[in-house]
């Protein structure tokens, strides 16, 4: 069954794309505390564009979260919306086309541009893995760029994980190209052949109900003290579980337990030992430990 659409609102028979914008990156929007974007009152076109109109808001967001760090001067966070390589290139790729779309509603002159087999045989050496790191950031640097400005990676230059994802928006814009050749001949339900974007499951992921580390505190609290040998939680140490899951939370700015990946407990510990709290209190749990 399909699940519900991330960041989708329907009112009043009008669908959009909507973020929630984190408090302390709202005085770098304006003020604004959500992001909206129209999408019509047509639901299956409303649906075909979510994926673009999200992806713009959240290059919007992670903006607003670069101007933070750089202002704040910290260091950058884990991507908070990632995505696989396959899912970035599939919104390229529906980005693509949706401003192919537009241009030929504004002019008439675009859709007598020829391609030629120069304008794709860059993108097709890319995506088979033939050029160097610098020809693919050449090429395709500028669409790896608004990935991460968008928060969907964190993938260093040069690494696997950044070749993977350059590949695949080769791809993405292989494919456009070639959507954009057919249409400059009157055939507009072309569909993607390469089997990174032909064989892309868009079904929407159900989406998990948020689980608070509250909630998991007071699951675990209640199950300490089930049964005739008992061994409840002390108070105190239910407060530090809770103190301690609170300004995690406020560190990431989200409280849903779900969504915790490793490289965030390991940045957390580090942000800890920045700003020397990590090492007294591990002082301290020495220092009582040997006593």
């Known amino acids: ?12 028979g009008r669908y959009s794309a909507r973020i929630v914008v984190p408090k302390e990156l709202r005085p770098y929007l304006d003020g604004k505390t959500e992001l909206e974007i129209q999408l019509g009152g047509d639901k299956r076109e409303a649906q075909r564009n979510h994926a673009a109109a999200v992806a713009s808001l959240q290059r919007q967001i992670g903006i607003a979260r670069h101007k933070l760090a750089e202002a704040t001067n910290t260091k950058p966070k884990p991507a908070p919306y990632p995505l696989t390589a396959q899912q970035i290139a599939h919104r390229d790729y529906l980005s693509q086309i949706s401003v192919d779309t537009e241009f030929r509603a ?26 160097s790191n610098e020809q693919l950031e050449e090429l395709v640097g500028f669409r790896l760029a608004r990935a991460q400005l968008a928060g969907l990676t964190d993938a260093k230059r040069g690494s696997p994980e950044w070749r993977e994802l350059a590949m695949a928006l080769c791809v993405s814009s292989y494919e456009a190209l070639a959507r954009q050749a057919e249409r400059n001949d009157g055939v ?11 064989d892309f499951d868009d079904t929407p992921e159900e989406v998990q109900e948020p689980v608070s580390f509250d909630r ?14 008992a061994k409840p939680l002390p108070p105190r140490t239910v407060k530090k579980y809770r103190d301690n899951c609170a300004s995690f939370c406020k560190w990431r700015n989200d409280t849903n337990a779900l969504s915790v990946r490793a490289i965030e407990g390991k940045q957390w510990m580090e942000h800890l030992q920045d700003a020397g709290k990590l090492m007294m209190w591990t002082a301290l749990r020495t220092r009582r430990a040997r006593c």
């Open 106 to 131: 504004f002019d008439h002159r675009y859709a007598q541009f020829d391609l030629g087999a120069e304008d794709v045989v860059g993108f097709r050496e890319g995506y088979a893995g033939k050029l």
């Open 188 to 198: 507009f339900n072309g569909k993607p052949e390469h089997p990174l974007l032909a």
């Open 1 to 12: 069954m399909a699940g519900k659409l991330r960041h989708w609102k329907e009112r009043n």
């Open 216 to 229: 998991i505190i007071d699951d675990e609290v209640e199950r300490r003290a089930r049964g005739k040998n």
